[in-house]
């Protein structure tokens, strides 16, 4: 692996961990919420985003899965 694959390696890395970090986030919003008894508009939304940074991270891997030709595009 040459040092340009190594640093989008380590972008990808990086744009997995945010999305996981705002998953973490919204979760904990999640729980907050609901020992709050808060409306359901904002846990839906809570949990929208949760749902969209999956997805996200699911979007990332992939790219580097096919930068580690682990599978074919």
Known sequence: ?????????RK?????RNPLNSIALHA????MLLE???SNDKLINAFTVILQQ???CDRVLG???KL?????P
Do not use: F, S, Y
């Not at 692996?1 to 390696?9: T, V, W």
């Open 1 to 9: 692996m040459n040092n340009k694959e190594a640093d989008l390696i």
């Open 12 to 16: 990808h890395i990086h744009d997995v």
């Open 28 to 31: 904990e919003l999640g729980n």
């Open 36 to 38: 709050g008894q808060t």
């Open 54 to 56: 999956c997805r996200e």
């Open 63 to 65: 790219e580097i899965r």
């Open 68 to 72: 580690a030709n682990l599978e074919t």
